[in-house]
């Protein structure tokens, strides 16, 4: 018996690549939904050969879906999430809103997968699991061989981060000012990003914190620790970039035991999840370009730090719609395919 999935926000950025995730893998799903807003309802959608009409989340029946997949915002996954969940489904969240809940597991299956062996012999479960912001979930699969391994004390990340973190208006406005300045028009100043983007970087996503860090560079440090080892000492630095979609993070990684760079190599290259791309030559590393489309994150750059003790130094690149967000959320769906939860019943 296949199972039933609603995706919830099936028109955004992340939504689309959710459906297109669920086609690509044969998801074992006899049913799947694509909802939305009022605003959106009817709206054709595709998946693999088919099209969905987009149905309205608000009288949606969510009694017999198995899974529920929300890539909707915060609002809605503070509000839906729980009323999803009473109804039965399991819910899957890619806001930040459950992320940092005590009682909702922060999961990346290549990482942590192990923990929804307990989390589903929970007889009191919230059924609510969050899928980590995106520039975490790629740090953490790079991070989680050499953890294993040499025992991380200390990362310092500075991430590239594309537009299409931030949404469609985020690839509208560099789109719109890139085609500007082609035609000689000034880029004028946009709604979705502090200062021009196009032909810039700006070292600012998310709000500003009391300590001058940014809230994006918060939840890499606030989901590292959750999802691989509180002890791990995180600082970021995020930084936007005009890239269409893929972010890359350059790593810089402190650990307790040696780790040779050759070492390191070789435990990534047997790791789940990750390509690595490492030569040392003129194009013998990973950019968003190759990255784009791929279910891997790859890690290139790979060398050792010989200003701190036991230091490795790398570069990471992944889809930050699909490792970072759509196809994570259906990575944690099949872990818990894998580890027995079943399709339920349907009524008669
Ligand atoms: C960004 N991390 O790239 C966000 C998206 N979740 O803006």
């Known amino acids: 018996m296949g199972y039933r999935v609603a995706v919830v926000g099936a028109t955004g950025n992340v939504g689309r690549e959710v459906l297109n995730i669920l086609a690509e893998r044969k998801f074992p799903a006899d049913e799947v939904y694509a909802l939305a807003s009022s605003k959106s309802i009817g709206r054709e959608i595709s998946f693999g050969d088919k099209i969905l009409k987009a149905r309205d989340l608000q009288h949606f029946d969510f009694s017999e879906v198995d899974f529920a997949i929300m890539s909707a915002g915060g609002s809605i996954a503070k509000e839906w999430g729980p009323r999803i969940a009473a109804a039965g489904a399991i819910v899957i969240d890619n806001s930040s809103y459950w992320r940092y809940h005590s009682d909702v597991p922060l ?3 290549e ?3 192990h923990q929804l062996d307990r989390w589903l012999a929970d007889a009191n479960r919230t ?3 969050a899928n980590p912001n995106c520039s975490t979930a790629q740090l953490v699969v790079a991070l989680k061989p050499l953890h294993d ?3 991380i004390k200390r990362v310092v990340v500075s991430t590239y981060q594309s537009v299409s973190g931030a949404g469609k208006e985020g690839v509208d406005e560099l789109w719109n000012q890139t085609k500007g300045i082609f035609v000689n028009d000034s880029p004028g100043p946009g709604n979705k990003f502090p200062k021009q983007i ?3 970087v700006i070292p600012h996503i998310d709000v500003f914190m009391e300590d001058g860090y940014t809230k994006e560079e918060w939840k890499v440090l606030a989901e590292t620790k959750k ?17 269409f979609v893929g972010h890359s993070e350059a790593v810089n990684i402190e650990f307790a035991d040696p780790i040779s760079a050759d070492e390191a190599r070789d435990l990534l290259r047997e790791a789940p999840g990750i390509s690595v791309l490492d030569k040392r030559e003129p194009g013998g590393y990973a950019t968003p370009v190759e990255a784009v489309g791929e279910y891997d994150t790859y890690v290139s750059r790979i060398r050792e730090d010989t200003t701190v003790e036991n230091g490795i130094a790398m570069w990471v690149v992944s889809d930050n719609l699909r490792k970072g967000a759509a196809l994570n959320t259906i990575q944690i769906a099949e872990t818990l395919i894998e580890k027995g939860y079943a399709a339920r019943k349907k009524a008669a």
């Open 127 to 129: 059924g609510i699991i």
């Open 107 to 109: 999961i990346v299956p």
């Open 227 to 243: 999802i691989l080892d509180p002890k791990i000492k995180v600082s970021c630095t995020a930084v936007r970039v005009p890239v």
């Open 111 to 113: 990482v942590n997968g």
């Open 149 to 151: 391994a040499a025992t």
């Open 198 to 200: 196009a032909f810039n």
